[in-house]
């Protein structure tokens, strides 16, 4: 009998310690998505900003128009 609570002993400690490792991966890979999705919000705010800035320093539209074109043909 003593030999079964051993037993069952060690697999409660190692249940317990398997939890401890997987929350503490999952708090990291949120942290990593968040971190990401911060520096995708950036990237997309000086996407914004070079648009209007490039958007105001156009005179006419075929001036823009001919600018994307260039911009996607790269000729």
Request: charged share 15%.
């Amino acid at each position: 009998m003593t030999e079964s609570m051993e037993i069952t002993q060690e697999r409660v400690a190692t249940f317990d310690s398997t939890v401890e490792v997987a929350e503490l991966e999952l708090g990291n890979s949120k942290l990593g998505l968040g971190v990401i999705m911060v520096m995708a919000a950036f990237v997309g705010i000086w996407g914004i900003a070079c648009l209007i800035g490039g958007l105001a320093s156009a005179r006419s539209f075929h001036e823009i128009g001919r600018s994307l074109i260039t911009a996607f043909t790269g000729m």
